[in-house]
């Protein structure tokens, strides 16, 4: 084991804790995965989609599955997609799926690749994928088999399908996906064809009837029941219908079922089946899924270390390459954003923009370690713009959900440019960000409290839980980034007015309670107030899902102007360190995610910082299925670990500098694109001169032959093209 990057991967971890990763086959940023579907169908689960807010196809303490959903997404906390549910079954045909869902055992997973046995049916099933498709392969018993394919069920809250019968082997239809964190007009269809590989005995269709009343009733023995179709076979539409495929099978016999989807068409669905698949079996394309694994992941090479912190490395890595996802057709088609239209891209267009939480450090992995595919990131970004007039906020699947807060599309578009990735129209980008600056309120999509926030230089809590506080600070860390890039176009009016703006954090900063607290439009702090309400999700007057001392640190833009605030360097560090003495910090919340690196910017207090990362990583990135702090927010959490353990931290978005701490290994090596960086390889060593193998506090740091402090700029690092760091033994801890 160990030979290949993907061998260490265990796409198990995260799988529960409230992480919502899964543990399905699916390609790196491709827009199909294949997962096991367990939470539905029984009252042995743990947790069920039904029973309460659940936002994962699949729960690692979970035991009944009812099939494999096709497109999923991965690290997200509110219900969507998850459909398009392949099940099979043996002995007599039932499509309940409360009845025809199985226990299972001997499952296992590895990048691309998923299977398990059901004990009910003794059918060992195996998932793999392309980047557009799915192929599952069942292996049966001797008996009559069947074969579901459930349009019916799936996370998502909206319902409506049809589904039309191509011939005995091959099924084509539509499924209606969307209101994602209930936003009822985010409505999206999706477009598969599935394909059997052989013939079936018998099929048909199956559909739920509504319930009547009275003598009706008794006419209709279908009636409140899945009705089977055995001898109708044209179209069929309804909110839950399905369709069933029985065959007569040997001991052993394997059957595949191909899936391929597309969000423009039923043809476009077709293709990319043939342009991916083109005849391949089951395991041509489970290795065709591995290589390009071990290709992806094999741009970081790490040495040192223990197997497990192996693991952690790599599968961070796997789970940062999931979302944003391809969402254009093998022919270039996509959907336009927030319109009808069908438009083609020349490079990757790209959907599931979870901005507000990867704005922070996923799309600075992206633009350190795949260039390429963080310049399409960002043309898809500023095409959106061009499509629908609004940089995205929180995008999916040619929708804008508008979910969580703040305008954070600029720092990803300011920090890739001001590190070199040019090759896009930074004069839109600029006009599509001063849109969002500028815009008065009531007609900004992004900052609907914008008059507010233009007039006074903050956001006025104006009811009970309106999150404003947490708005404006997204705001001036947005304007930060927006005078920067205004600074280096020579923008100079510009660049004065917006950091300007991104100072008026200050308003906020309560000298009794010594943290940022609400403000009401008179200017006067909220009454009354308490710092650490909001600590576990309840409801809390001016702060998103998080206490005040979770936000108080939140401005990385200007640390020394807020220790400043807080009566210098002393009671700064003093007030932070309390922040994790006292359990305050929430390593799954983003906005104080960065908090351990703010000790390294005060000279004498790097240790903190060195010494808090090592144990953070220790506590709560671990190889167990709860081994993420929490929700994975499509790659946030584990980009996090892998800059924390690769020993450089991009604490403030939009600017590109680092924050240094102790690597987790010996060396690392970081394959670069010589395309947009001149060389071919940036490498980090840990050397410990006493010989010991290990982590240590740092004694100094060389950027290729200089010695450098505990903040380097992203050009100086890449032109330097190693990063050195001298450690003294480690001391165990009394």
Known sequence: MGQEPADYVNPFI?????????????????????????????????????????????????????????????????????????????GKLDVDYHNYGSKYEKENATPGYYTISLTKYDVLAEATATPRTGLTRFTFPKGESHILLNLGEGLTNESGAYMRRVNDREVEGMKVLGTFCYNPQAVFPIYFVMRISQAPKA???????????????????????????????????????????????????QIEVAMGVSFVSIENARENLEKEQHGQHFDAIHNEARTRWNEDLGRIKVEGGTQDQKTVFYTALYHALIHPNLLQDANGEYPQMEGDRILTTQGNRYTVFSLWDTYRNLHQLMTLVYPERQMDMVRTMVDMYKEHGWLPKWELYGRETLTMEGDPAIPVLVDTWMKGLRDFDIELAYEAMRKGADTPGKDNLLRPDNDDYMKLGYVPLREQFDNSVSHALEYYIADYSLATLAKALGKKDDAKLFYARSMGYKHYYCKE????????????????????????????????????????FYVPHDVMGLAKLMGGKKKFVDKLQMVFDEGLYDPANEPDIAYPYL??????????????VKELLAKYFTTKPDGLPGNEDTGTMSAWAIFSMMGFYPDCPGVPEYTLTTPTFDKITIKLDPKYYGRDQLVIERINESGDSGWGFIDYIRMGD?????????????????????????????
């Open 513 to 552: 309670f010594g943290t940022f607290r609400p403000l009401l439009p008179d200017g006067t702090f909220y009454s009354p107030f308490d710092p650490k309400l909001g600590a576990n999700f309840e409801p809390n007057p001016g702060f998103h899902e998080g206490s005040a001392w979770n936000y108080t």
């Open 599 to 612: 000790f390294s910017y005060f000279k004498g207090e790097e240790r903190r910082t060195q010494l808090l």
């Open 14 to 90: 995260g799988t529960t804790n409230f992480g919502t990763c899964n543990p399905g086959a699916i390609c790196p940023n491709g827009m199909m995965s294949v997962v096991p579907f367990n939470v539905m169908g029984s009252s042995d689960n743990t947790y069920d989609k039904d029973a309460r807010w659940w936002s994962t196809p699949y729960e690692y303490t979970n035991s009944f599955f009812t099939g494999f959903a096709h497109v999923n997404l991965s690290g997200v906390g509110c219900p969507e997609l998850g459909s398009l549910l392949l099940m099979p079954t043996t």
């Open 203 to 253: 099929t048909g269709y199956w559909k739920k009837q509504r319930p009547m009343q009275g003598v009706e009733a008794e006419w209709d023995p279908d009636q409140g029941k899945y009705k089977l179709y055995t001898k109708y076979n044209k179209d069929i539409a309804g909110d839950d219908i399905g369709a069933w495929f029985t065959f007569d099978t040997e001991e052993g016999e």
């Open 706 to 734: 200089k010695k450098c402090r505990y903040r380097i700029n992203h050009n100086d690092l890449i032109n330097a093209g190693t990063l050195t760091f001298k450690v003294e033994p480690a001391v165990p801890s009394k």
